[in-house]
């Protein structure tokens, strides 16, 4: 049996798995960044946890193939450098070259966004279809394709960046430069935000009391929603239509079979899904809606680390086919 370690690469916590190659995690480590300690310390930390992971399965090295990892900001997934990561503090850091010398296998990076659609696609919600187009609803927005089990990168790697399409009507500065973007709407931010928004402005709702304790969360408006409060059942429902308008665009260019919606704020489910579903049967043509099917993500929490290994894994197997060919 051969194995992957698929790491997922954030700016509080570092989750690196063992997987095996039906894509099924063995094992799995969480140890905390420590951004400040520098790129050299975090890197180090990490070849750690890929040995640990093999001890503690006890597996040896000789079956271990090759290490993913998801990084987040901008990267060249072929050179595996990040070029920026804002919070990592990292620049042009050349990741694979690095930490590949300390573990003794390749190492593969990409996108974390990107890692986490190629889980899903491999062996969570969209396991078997042709075409995976997945978006993550988290601090932002972010989307990627997967086409026959191959990543869909577009020039310079930029394809995906579906949270900065501007939204009619909206006009909240973005992080990007622009102003109404889609995930100043559709992310846990943006949830928070309009919440807070409407109570700043004088709105009646039982969010009121977490809003003056400084405490007010997505989380707290998915609660309210239940509670039968109509302010945040007035904002999940408009994310939902802000939602579909962008994924109307990416399921008309796609085609998909299936469309994964993950991140933390996918567990809000049919409370902003409802609406998606209306919006996109006025905005799209039957015949690609009769063929997409709609998705809460299967692999939540270990995605980035299943789909970072499983990355890994393709990556490996088109060295191995070029090099015997
Ligand atoms: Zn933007």
């Known amino acids: 049996m051969r194995y992957m370690v698929g790491?997922?690469?954030?700016?509080?916590?570092?989750?690196?798995?063992?997987?095996?190659?039906?894509y099924e995690l063995v094992l799995k480590v969480k140890?905390?960044?420590?951004?400040?300690?520098g790129s050299d310390y975090v890197l180090s930390k990490m070849a750690a946890m890929v040995d640990e992971l093999l001890e503690q399965a006890n597996i040896s090295r000789q079956d271990l193939i090759a290490v993913g990892v998801g990084c987040p900001g901008i990267l060249d997934p072929i050179q595996g450098i990040a070029?920026?990561?804002?919070?990592l503090k990292w620049d042009n850091i050349e990741v694979s070259r690095i930490l590949g010398e300390k573990v003794g296998v390749p190492v593969f990076i990409d996108n974390d966004v990107r890692m986490y659609v190629y889980g899903e696609a491999m062996s969570g919600a969209g396991k078997g279809a042709e075409v995976?187009?997945?978006?993550?609803?988290?601090?932002?927005?972010?989307?990627?394709t997967v086409v026959n089990g191959e990543l869909y990168y577009g020039s310079k790697f930029m394809a995906g960046e579906l949270g900065h399409v501007t939204i009619e009507g909206e006009h909240t500065p973005c992080g990007c430069g622009l102003k109404g973007c889609l995930e100043t709407v559709v992310s846990a931010t943006g949830i928070a935000r309009q919440a807070r928004e409407a109570l700043e402005a004088g709105r009646e709702s039982v969010l009121r009391e977490v809003y003056e304790a400084g405490e007010l969360t997505a989380a707290h408006v998915s609660q309210a929603y239940d509670e039968g409060d109509a302010l945040a059942q007035e904002i999940l429902h408009y994310t939902g239509k802000v939602l579909?308008?962008?994924?109307?665009y990416s399921i008309t260019l796609y085609s998909p079979d299936v469309v994964v919606i993950g991140g933390g704020s996918a567990l809000?489910?049919?409370?902003?899904?409802n609406t998606t579903h209306e919006t996109l049967k006025k905005m799209v043509y039957s015949g690609y809606m009769n063929n997409v099917t709609i998705k809460i993500g299967e692999l939540i929490d270990d995605g980035g680390v299943i789909g970072s290994a499983a990355f890994a894994?393709?990556?490996?197997?088109?060295?191995?086919?070029?090099?015997?060919s």
Do not use: C, M, Y
Request: glycine residues 14%; aromatic residues 2%.
């Open 83 to 87: 070029i920026f990561a804002a919070n």
């Open 313 to 324: 894994k393709s990556r490996v197997e088109k060295l191995e086919a070029v090099s015997q």
């Open 31 to 37: 140890q905390p960044t420590e951004v400040t300690k």
């Open 132 to 144: 995976v187009h997945g978006v993550t609803i988290g601090t932002g927005l972010a989307a990627a």
């Open 244 to 248: 579909g308008k962008g994924l109307a």
């Open 268 to 273: 809000a489910g049919d409370r902003i899904l």
């Open 7 to 22: 790491i997922d690469l954030g700016g509080t916590n570092i989750v690196a798995g063992l997987v095996n190659e039906q």
